[in-house]
């Protein structure tokens, strides 16, 4: 099992950049396909970028394409999502996922469905003013 904690967020202008944070805590991080995913006001949470257990293969929502990039830091139990360029719509809460790969995985599978996760962190709130 995994727990997860998100940080990082904050308000910013729009066109500023903001990097999130998310560290697991228990053994094996590498195992793990990591996303995140958030979640406006009246809204459904929403997919936003996976990244591989090995780091080599990424997903990207098609509304932070180019904007946003995922990584994650196997040495330290960590993934991050850099937002740049960031618009008042990418308002939200968001949410750091992980889960457990399939023993036929070499590496490179990601996924974008939230119940392709089995855990969820707490969520950080990001906040962009016009």
């Known amino acids: 099992q995994v727990q997860l904690l998100a940080s990082g967020g904050g308000l910013v202008q729009t066109g500023d950049s903001l990097r999130l944070s998310c560290v697991a805590s228990?053994?094996?991080?590498?195992?793990?396909?990591m996303g995140w995913f958030r979640q406006a006001p009246g809204n459904v949470r929403e997919f936003v970028s996976s990244?591989?257990?090995?780091?080599?293969?990424?997903a990207y929502a098609e509304s932070v394409q180019g904007r946003f990039t995922i990584s994650r830091d196997n040495a330290k139990n960590t993934v991050y999502l850099q937002m740049s360029a960031m618009k008042p719509e990418d308002t939200a809460l968001y949410f750091c996922a992980a889960r457990m790969t399939e023993p036929f995985d070499s590496g490179s599978f990601v996924y974008r469905r939230l119940n392709d996760y089995s855990y969820w962190g707490q969520g950080t709130q990001v906040t962009v003013s016009s």
């Open positions: 990244i591989s257990r090995n780091g080599e293969n990424t």
């Open positions: 228990g053994r094996a991080f590498s195992n793990y396909v």
